[in-house]
Nanobody, 116 residues
Framework: QVHLVESGGGLVQAGGSLRLSCATS????????MGWYRQAPGKEREFVAV????????TYGDSVKGRFTISRDNSKNTVYLQMNSLTPEDTAIYYC?????????WGQGTQVTVSS
């Protein structure tokens, strides 16, 4: 059974940093594209970043480019999201996603709140 468990969310002041983790089990982790998405209250889920299983290339959403960094540790079956220079607009529930071909799995989300 596949499990994705996010951690590392919390309350931080504007300008601060947080590091999210997503620990997975039940996947052939290294083969999966791993992504982060977020959803703010009253808004649709938004793409944040992805790191591909083949080659490890990364893509970022325009709103986080230059501030967030996605990485993965295949030995730990874990993907990370380093978030710097946070603003109140980054406040959302952050979800981890695993994708391969037509299969997708989601974590339960972790709340990130940035105070001004």
């Amino acid at each position: 059974q596949v499990h994705l468990v996010e951690s590392g969310g919390g309350l931080v002041q504007a300008g601060g940093s947080l590091r999210l983790s997503c620990a997975t089990s039940g996947l052939g982790f290294s083969a999966y594209d791993m992504g982060w998405y977020r959803q703010a209250p009253g808004k649709e889920r938004e793409f944040v970043a992805v790191i591909r299983g083949s080659g490890g290339s990364t893509t970022y959403g325009d709103s986080v480019k230059g501030r967030f960094t996605i990485s993965r540790d295949n030995s730990k079956n874990t993907v990370y999201l380093q978030m710097n220079s946070l603003t109140p607009e980054d406040t959302a529930i952050y979800y981890c996603n695993a994708a391969r071909f037509f299969y997708k799995a989601w974590g339960q989300g972790t709340q990130v709140t940035v105070s001004s």
